[in-house]
Structures are given as structure tokens and as C-alpha cells.
């Protein structure tokens, strides 16, 4: 059988609708009582990825969530107070795949699996225990396999439980639109962007004009691309009775690197904020030559975070130095808010409200700009 990885192609959108249309229509069936909604989406999950699927690929995936799993499991009956060596257990395969060691690691999507099942364990104490089935629905989940939305596995458990109750007319037009304006962004925008604009640029250039239109070019590219295809992991999530959150939310109105994190890839920089910014910034408090040192302590935490942000990206220059241009923004804005509420004048006030918000505006979608033109590895060095 011909191999169908999630939004590869019409076959795989085809695929998905056949499985929505089956969902609502087995809701009305007696059969409903018996077969709960969360072992039907197990089943479409696992079945998925086994028939659809390299079989190279699908055991490796198989035998990564068995790993995690394990780890998952052996951490909740330990009751493991400190949570940074199953942490760096669980992240192992993936430091191993961004190394390219050995073929055994290729796991589609192994990086949205890894923080996945970190935030699950991180949160087992506050949330519970997920069973297998829920834990192997919440990580393969195909929707958001390969590129996020980086979900809550005590938020996706809900759903799971709630069962058919989510597959309503209303939930499935809501989806509906969400998949729409995602189709619209990834094959129609990002394509005319792509065909139209960067692809006639030549990127060897070193001509600053030739850059900057590369760099504004990959930006916008990107917005339509990702953005399209977070919408429609989404709208077809919610048509299944996964309410996915969204990723992206008008990212270049942001006024600054703390709003455009929470605009932009949304679900990464909540992780990132929740899962490693706050337990370092915590950690840094039992720093002795850190005492009473709160601002160096944050800005030194958030470039760590963005530096983790890069590395996870992939272990390579550009994807670093990207995560540490975000990580040096953020610092700078943190430590003008931190001047500013210390009595120091702020320098935007000289100017009207909406003369000062478009100037924040532009100076952090230039900013931001130049972060991504780097992390498009299209930079002529």
C-alpha cells in the first residue's frame, strides 16, 4: 500500500474526511455504546500509521512510543520528585536524530513527540495518569504529527472523554472554516509567494538590497505556509472532536518579542515558557553568585530558552543563531520594561498612542524578520 503521511498530499486530506464522516455517522449507531470514542480514535491512529506508513518508519515510531512509554510509567511509580533525567531521557532519540546517528532514529515528527511526552510527565502529578490508549492517541495523533500544534495531554484526554458529545453540525462548519483559511494560506498564498516572489531571488546574493528581499520574502512565505498548515491541523481536528489549539494569531501586529511569542507559534513558546523557562528562572534563585540578581537571572533564562528553541529546531548555525537573536531581543525588551517600571522614562511615550504602537510594530516585525531570514538558512555566508 502506497505510503500517505499526513497533509503529503490529496490523498491524505481524502483519507481524513473518510475517517470524519465515519466519526459522525458512528455516533448514531448503537454500536456507540459499546465502542467508546477514545478506542476509535486509538485504532485510527495506530491503524493509520501501520498501513499508511513506511513499515521502516511505523516500527520505529512504534518502539520510540513503547520507549516513552516505559519511561513514562517507570517515572509515576517512582515518583520521581526532580523531573531533568526523565526529561533527558526522553529527549535522547531526538539529540541523537538532530546528531544523524544511525538510521534507527529517523521517527517522523520526533521532536513534537519528545515535548509531548515531556509536558505529560512533567504534568502526570497534577493531571493523572494517561493509559496507553491515551497517551498513544495524544503523541501519534496524525493531525499534529509532523508540525505541531504542540497540544496539552491533559487537554486532549478531555476531549477523549467527552467522546461523541464534540461531533456536532456546529463543531464540524467550525472546523470547516479554520481547515478553509488554511488551504487558502499554505496551497494558494504561500504558493504565489513561493512561485512569484522567492523563488525569482537569487539567495547567493550579497547585495543588501537582494538580501533584504530574501529575508522579507522567506517571512512572509513562511507566515502563509505554516500559519496555512497549523489552520489545518486544526479545522481538521476539531471536525474529529479534537480541539487542537490554535498557533498562530496576527504575529506581525506584535508590539514586542514577548507578544509576538504569543502570536507566533503559539503552542512552542507556551511549551518553552512552561516547561523550561520557568523551572530554570526557579533554579536560578539557588545560584549564589545569582542572589538578588532578578534581571540577570531572567534575561539569562530567556536566552537559554530561545538557544533550547534553536537547538530543537535542528543542531545547526542558523537555526542557533536565529534562537539567540530572538533570545537577545527578548532580553532587551525585558530589561527596558524592568527600566522603565524602575522609574525610567519611556521613550515611546514622546509620541502619540497609535503613532507609538505602529513604531513598536515596526521595529519588531523588522526585527523579527531578520531572526527568521537567518533561520531560513538562505543567508549568503
Known sequence: MNSILPFSGINFFILAFIFIIFLHFFKYLPLR???????????????????FFPHSISNAMFLFLLYTYFIYKVFIF???????????????????????IGPMYKIIGISYITFRSIQAIVDSKNYGVMSFIDFTSFLLFPNTLLA?????????????????????????????????????????FAEIVSIYWLSNINEKSKEIADMANS??????????????????????????????????????LAQNPQDFWRR??????????????????KYLHNVKL???????????????????????????WYYIFSGFL???????????????????????SYFKPYVAINIKRFLMINAAVLALYFFSGRVPV
Open 264 to 281: 507566533f507559534h503559539i503552542t512552542l513558546g507556551s511549551w518553552l515558557n512552561d516547561y523550561f523557562f520557568k523551572p530554570l528562572y
Open 148 to 188: 505541531g500544534p504542540i497540544d496539552r495531554s491533559y487537554r486532549f484526554q478531555k476531549d477523549l472523554n467527552k467522546g461523541y458529545d464534540n461531533l456536532t453540525k456546529e463543531n464540524f462548519f467550525k472546523g470547516w472554516d479554520i481547515f478553509i483559511v488554511g488551504v487558502l494560506f499554505k496551497f494558494v
Open 326 to 348: 530572538f533570545g537577545i531581543y527578548s532580553a532587551i525588551h525585558n530589561s527596558y520594561v524592568w527600566y522603565v517600571r524602575k522609574g525610567g522614562k519611556d521613550l515611546f
Open 215 to 252: 529575508a522579507y520574502a522567506y517571512t512572509t512565505y513562511l507566515y502563509f505556509d505554516f500559519a496555512g498548515y497549523s489552520a489545518m491541523a486544526v479545522g481538521l481536528s476539531i471536525m474529529m472532536g479534537i480541539f487542537v489549539p490554535m498557533n498562530f494569531n496576527k504575529p506581525y
Open 33 to 51: 455504546k459499546i465502542i467508546r470514542y477514545k478506542y476509535v480514535i486509538f485504532f485510527a491512529v495506530v491503524g493509520y500509521i501501520y498501513f
Open 290 to 316: 545569582l542572589k538578588g540578581k532578578r534581571l540577570l537571572m531572567q534575561n539569562i533564562a530567556i536566552l537559554s530558552t530561545f538557544l533550547l528553541m534553536g537547538l530543537w529546531n535542528g543542531l545547526t
Open 78 to 100: 517512582f515518583n520521581y520528585q526532580k523531573i531533568l533525567l526523565p526529561m533527558v531521557v526522553i529527549a535522547l532519540p531526538m539529540i541523537l536524530y538532530k546528531l544523524d
